[in-house]
């Protein structure tokens, strides 16, 4: 493609010319994932399956550190069981997979058809409050056994009609977090705890920084009391829900009788939470840092941190500049990086130049040439993802070994704050309906450009108006803000009072 | 139940009495795992979870370090992809799931039915080698592609009719390696260095002592060309499977196109191979150690190693035992343990003497009783679960946190070691056909004891003197072991000419 000529970039089309095809470019280039025949569902490559790897590392271990544990349930859920929370099976009898037969057996065309008809349907798990509802109510019975703290790691379906790898796929790969409390104020807590988590998960990991938030009632996990969330604007301004956590109050225990004795012996229902993140998060890290080079992985997830490519053009130069290669891999992996060790690749493809774009594609934080000029002077020469790919230096062996935890923390910090200031750059505070319309309308219908943002702006309160909005512009109320300060305004749709701002957003 | 008077076991019925019962009530007591409402499909319980996550950490190491990288591939299989291998969908079709809709939605009586139906029905993964196929036909076009080296920890369903916890589960958890190849020789390798791991994992480990062997025709993968299998004895006589891995040929590769230009530009079909092990391992660990007193966990791969449990009778007690408690649980912490921390629990529940009883269920290795006289000693009153459950020993603290680390390595041992000599005493050299029917025929046809055991005895090759065998005893051929010598002799069924002896027994 002639890229070390002209000025170009590796992803066509840029973020700026079709962000939403750069997008699947991104995912194809970086090899991190790719459709499958199966419709909407996707296979996970080994590149972006680490990427996955390593986030269920981190929070399997914040969970455990607060003494929840994990466990597995069935992948089927009677039909019966979703139909015991009427909000519940509203938001998700509508887009499941249903398995009616237990087998395939020849038809009379020879071809195989479905047979054994099973007696009640069953529903692959959209999400299992209620598979797992089932079993809290035998594991429950006094107070002596709250909290009851549960997670699982596994795969769910929704048939989503339009998909979208990662971002909107009828099977994902996700954990849910299932609680059962004695206290109202227990449970609460434990919720706005696990939204923490993913917080934490999100800033200090996958370097997205993102606003904590209650969701209104319509964008609210179907049956719980709160929804709170976590919201983060991609490079296109548009919002990215990057973890939930539900507050569910009495109804799920009431639903699936989750009961317990008392200190008092009397006999109460338990009072449930539920939280959950997905592969989603996948997606927003390539919305979030992704440049017109490809990927951008944060090095505190990043599926590898180092390459290092030998560069071999006479056959005598091969045995040297691989035994320097191998050794510097060595001293490298003995690095630990945040509870990590360092991760090498050795590219030793002998495909010519295109190797460096090849990592340039895949996001990886650190690119290290090695020739037989760098190895005579104990150097190597190094790129930096956060920077452009042509500004690589030189640098002493020995002086990139003792730094590179250093210069991996630069990286990681660069893309955070470089996130932060989209956001900051691209959050207004609207008050009139006039501004927040002109906000949120592209300048060119036809071919819309990357437009709009976070706009803070007061609600009165009411569906009705929320509606309005969202049918207009497809704006919605991504959530009321924790941190918000009480301020009396006037609603952006119909004038009304309102105490507060909330966050509206075109969203994913 | 008054077992600290009587001499009583803590599971009734023992092993002698009724194994396959026996087998049910240790899962109970000991917390594993339980039926759910969906018909053969189990709840992993987070005592059991905690041994497949530690069986996966050890396997997905030993993977890593031999280039396998993880990836994820999709739950539902096109219908059509089954058909692909004809020997594949006849194993394969008679017992799957089969989603043939992807809502549900209010029928006449308001009830919810299964609607929107698809256009070709999907099958829930029964395994994975046509659907990674197809990715892998994708991946691979040269010889520079090869090896391609892809693991998937994942969930699969076969619908089996008689389901039991662990051994045969509608649903179940396992990882399935798949890989391709430019040669035969390197793909057999692959095979059978996949099988060493699985034989590291089960003697080394889960210090299950293996005989490794290649399966018969009639016992082999659908769509195979030759499987290999672990054969390890349960304590009722049976054989269990701890791992099997299959050299597929060129079939799968042919079914699904899995082609490459090789170095000499001619187009070849690729050599692929498979392999895996689930949940039905922790089957195998209950029945390989369990005995008449619950669980009994080898040490590498326990969901806990040590206990501690407090004994408070006064509430002035209350502070100086809990004090020492966890001051003993943080130093046991900080050791390492074959590449893990120690890990303890500390049980504070006040509910008397049960506890020590509880423990000994759940296996955990090692029991500690901390009680104010213990303190006053600066000592520790410890029992072992590879010993009587009143064989307890008073330890000085420091010699027991000095030597613990032994302690647990010592029962690991005496757990394999005890597990061979099972295995040696009931296997024997077979010559007659009399001698192998009286061998593998009970007593007491009425109420069946323990009886049988690994017969080594000669096979002429022909499958009709298996299946004989097998109508006849319910006995199969386990495996044609690897290390066996050459030696002629004559079939146990036919009497016909036979260059090699075969493992006979009953099997899960």
């Given at each position: 493609?002639?890229?070390?000529?002209?000025?170009?970039?590796a992803?066509?089309?840029?973020?700026?010319?079709?962000?939403?095809?750069?997008?699947?470019?991104?995912?194809?280039?970086?090899?991190?994932?790719?459709?499958?025949?199966?419709?909407?569902?996707?296979?996970?490559?080994?590149?972006?399956?680490?990427?996955?790897?390593?986030?269920?590392?981190?929070?399997?271990?914040?969970?455990?550190?607060?003494?929840?544990?994990?466990?597995?349930?069935?992948?089927?859920?009677?039909?019966?069981?979703?139909?015991?929370?009427?909000?519940?099976?509203?938001?998700?009898?509508?887009?499941?997979?249903?398995?009616?037969?237990?087998?395939?057996?020849?038809?009379?065309?020879?071809?195989?058809?479905?047979?054994?008809?099973?007696?009640?349907?069953?529903?692959?798990?959209?999400?299992?409050?209620?598979?797992?509802?089932?079993?809290?109510?035998?594991?429950?019975?006094?107070?002596?056994?709250?909290?009851?703290?549960?997670?699982?790691?596994?795969?769910?379906?929704?048939?989503?009609?339009?998909?979208?790898?990662?971002?909107?796929?009828?099977?994902?790969?996700?954990?849910?977090?299932?609680?059962?409390?004695?206290?109202?104020?227990?449970?609460?807590?434990?919720?706005?705890?696990?939204?923490?988590?993913?917080?934490?998960?999100?800033?200090?990991?996958?370097?997205?920084?993102?606003?904590?938030?209650?969701?209104?009632?319509?964008?609210?996990?179907?049956?719980?009391?709160?929804?709170?969330?976590?919201?983060?604007?991609?490079?296109?301004?548009?919002?990215?829900?990057?973890?939930?956590?539900?507050?569910?109050?009495?109804?799920?225990?009431?639903?699936?009788?989750?009961?317990?004795?008392?200190?008092?012996?009397?006999?109460?229902?338990?009072?449930?939470?539920?939280?959950?993140?997905?592969?989603?998060?996948?997606?927003?890290?390539?919305?979030?840092?992704?440049?017109?080079n490809g990927?951008?992985?944060?090095?505190?997830?990043?599926?590898?941190?180092?390459?290092?490519?030998?560069?071999?053009?006479?056959?005598?130069?091969?045995?040297?500049?691989?035994?320097?290669?191998?050794?510097?891999?060595?001293?490298?992996?003995?690095?630990?990086?945040?509870?990590?060790?360092?991760?090498?690749?050795?590219?030793?493809?002998?495909?010519?130049?295109?190797?460096g774009w090849d990592w340039i594609k895949k996001g990886i934080?650190?690119r290290?040439?090695?020739?037989?000029?760098?190895?005579?002077?104990?150097?190597?020469?190094?790129g930096?993802r956060?920077?452009?790919p042509?500004?690589?230096?030189?640098?002493?062996?020995?002086?990139?070994?003792?730094?590179?935890?250093?210069?991996?923390?630069?990286?990681?910090?660069?893309?955070?704050?470089?996130?932060?200031?989209?956001?900051?750059?691209?959050?207004?505070?609207?008050?009139?309906?006039?501004?927040?319309?002109?906000?949120?309308?592209?300048?060119?219908?036809?071919?819309?450009?990357?437009?709009?943002?976070?706009?803070?702006?007061?609600?009165?309160?009411?569906?009705?108006?929320?509606?309005?909005?969202?049918?207009?512009?497809?704006?919605?109320?991504?959530?009321?803000?924790?941190?918000?300060?009480?301020?009396?305004?006037?609603?952006?749709?119909?004038?009304?009072?309102?105490?507060?701002?909330?966050?509206?957003?075109?969203?994913?």
């Amino acid at each position: 493609m002639g890229k070390e000529n002209k000025v170009q970039t590796a992803i066509t089309p840029t973020r700026s010319q079709d962000y939403p095809e750069w997008y699947q470019q991104v995912v194809k280039a970086s090899e991190l994932a790719e459709n499958s025949s199966v419709r909407g569902c996707m296979v996970i490559k080994p590149w972006g399956y680490a990427l996955w790897e390593n986030i269920r590392c981190v929070l399997d271990n914040m969970f455990k550190q607060t003494g929840v544990k994990n466990a597995y349930f069935p992948l089927f859920i009677p039909k019966r069981f979703l139909e015991k929370e009427a909000e519940h099976v509203e938001g998700f009898a509508k887009e499941c997979a249903v398995v009616t037969h237990h087998r395939l057996q020849e038809g009379q065309d020879g071809r195989l058809i479905p047979a054994g008809q099973l007696e009640e349907p069953l529903v692959v798990r959209p999400t299992s409050e209620t598979i797992i509802g089932e079993s809290f109510s035998k594991w429950v019975s006094s107070y002596r056994d709250l909290p009851l703290l549960i997670n699982q790691w596994c795969n769910v379906v929704r048939w989503e009609m339009r998909t979208r790898i990662f971002l909107r796929t009828s099977e994902f790969l996700w954990q849910e977090g299932h609680t059962a409390h004695a206290t109202r104020e227990e449970a609460m807590e434990r919720t706005l705890q696990m939204l923490d988590s993913y917080a934490k998960l999100a800033e200090s990991y996958l370097a997205i920084p993102v606003i904590r938030g209650e969701k209104t009632d319509s964008e609210r996990f179907p049956g719980a009391v709160n929804t709170f969330t976590l919201e983060a604007m991609m490079q296109d301004r548009k919002a990215l829900q990057t973890g939930t956590s539900h507050f569910l109050g009495q109804n799920f225990a009431r639903a699936s009788e989750i009961k317990y004795q008392s200190a008092q012996e009397k006999e109460e229902y338990a009072w449930t939470t539920s939280w959950g993140v997905s592969t989603r998060l996948i997606g927003a890290i390539i919305m979030t840092h992704g440049d017109d080079n490809g990927l951008v992985l944060p090095p505190m997830i990043a599926s590898s941190h180092v390459v290092l490519m030998p560069i071999i053009k006479k056959p005598e130069d091969r045995s040297p500049v691989m035994e320097f290669t191998h050794a510097l891999a060595k001293a490298l992996r003995e690095q630990h990086y945040h509870g990590r060790k360092i991760e090498v690749e050795i590219d030793d493809r002998e495909i010519g130049g295109g190797k460096g774009w090849d990592w340039i594609k895949k996001g990886i934080p650190v690119r290290v040439e090695i020739g037989p000029r760098d190895i005579a002077q104990n150097s190597v020469f190094v790129g930096r993802r956060d920077k452009g790919p042509r500004e690589k230096e030189s640098i002493p062996r020995d002086q990139f070994i003792k730094t590179i935890v250093l210069m991996l923390d630069e990286i990681q910090d660069n893309l955070f704050d470089r996130a932060l200031r989209l956001r900051q750059e691209n959050t207004r505070h609207i008050d009139s309906k006039e501004d927040f319309y002109t906000f949120f309308t592209p300048k060119n219908p036809e071919k819309p450009e990357i437009h709009g943002g976070f706009a803070l702006a007061h609600w009165c309160g009411s569906q009705r108006c929320e509606e309005k909005i969202k049918a207009d512009l497809s704006v919605t109320i991504r959530c009321i803000p924790q941190d918000a300060e009480q301020e009396t305004g006037s609603c952006i749709a119909c004038g009304d009072k309102s105490t507060q701002r909330v966050i509206f957003a075109k969203a994913y």
